[in-house]
T-cell receptor, first 115, second 115 residues
Framework: ETGVTQSPTHLIKTRGQQVTLRCSSQSGHNTVSWYQQALGQGPQFIFQYYREEENGRGNFPPRFSGLQFPNYSSELNVNALELDDSALYLCASSDDRGGYYGGYTFGSGTRLTVV | AQKVTQAQTEISVVEKEDVTLDCVYETRDTTYYLFWYKQPPSGELVFLIR??????QNEISGRYSWNFQKSTSSFNFTITASQVVDSAVYFCALTGGRAGNMLTFGGGTRLMVKP
């Protein structure tokens, strides 16, 4: 399977709720990264998983957590949603080289709105 | 810490004009990688090019060209004979060294090509 697929495409949640975003990585890509992109800004690194273990984390609180599964799928979980969590969440996968050579393959993202 | 600055937030040109997108980066690492990504309205980030810190050779790919200059910490991107389909947000990004596989993005430049 080629490309990265994210679901859902859009989501509206209430402050304080929990949300799970899903990503299906490109086949053979053992590394998956999640990014948060606020409106009008560049993406911010949340964390990365390599072979189902967290392999790096950006400046995000512990209420942002993730999972990576053996079938190249992954999840981003956010607890206790805040209004500032409203953003486009992007999933990116790469092969073992970490995107150094071919770059990362990004999905189209999930647009999360917290009200 | 790594940092990427794209001073041009928005550029508007008429079709067939040439346009250069500026990118300035900061890093203390001697080994690093620079990228350009394109984000069309659909949201996904499309990989355009990667450069490592040891390769200052400029590159041309069709209407696209890149100018990497370590002396000024710049990695500029030029589109020759712009087309309406080039309209998108373009991001410069940096990774490598102590940042591992984390991509640090600039704020992006919105390019509008008018017919």
């Amino acid at each position: 399977e080629t490309g990265v697929t994210q679901s859902p495409t859009h989501l509206i949640k209430t402050r304080g709720q929990q949300v799970t975003l899903r990503c299906s990585s490109q086949s053979g890509h053992n590394t998956v990264s999640w990014y948060q992109q606020a409106l009008g800004q560049g993406p911010q690194f949340i964390f990365q998983y390599y072979r189902e273990e967290e392999n790096g984390r950006g400046n995000f609180p512990p209420r942002f957590s993730g999972l990576q599964f053996p079938n190249y799928s992954s999840e981003l979980n956010v607890n206790a949603l805040e209004l500032d969590d409203s953003a486009l969440y992007l999933c990116a996968s790469s092969d073992d080289r970490g995107g150094y050579y071919g770059g990362y393959t990004f999905g189209s993202g999930t647009r999360l709105t917290v009200v | 810490a790594q940092k990427v600055t794209q001073a041009q937030t928005e550029i508007s040109v008429v079709e067939k004009e040439d346009v250069t997108l500026d990118c300035v980066y900061e890093t203390r690492d001697t080994t690093y990688y620079l990228f350009w990504y394109k984000q069309p309205p659909s949201g996904e980030l499309v990989f355009l090019i990667r450069r490592n810190s040891f390769d200052e050779q400029n590159e041309i790919s069709g209407r696209y060209s890149w100018n990497f200059q370590k002396s000024t910490s710049s990695f500029n991107f030029t589109i020759t004979a712009s087309q309406v389909v080039d309209s998108a947000v373009y991001f410069c990004a940096l990774t490598g060294g102590r940042a591992g596989n984390m991509l640090t993005f600039g704020g992006g430049t919105r390019l509008m090509v008018k017919p």
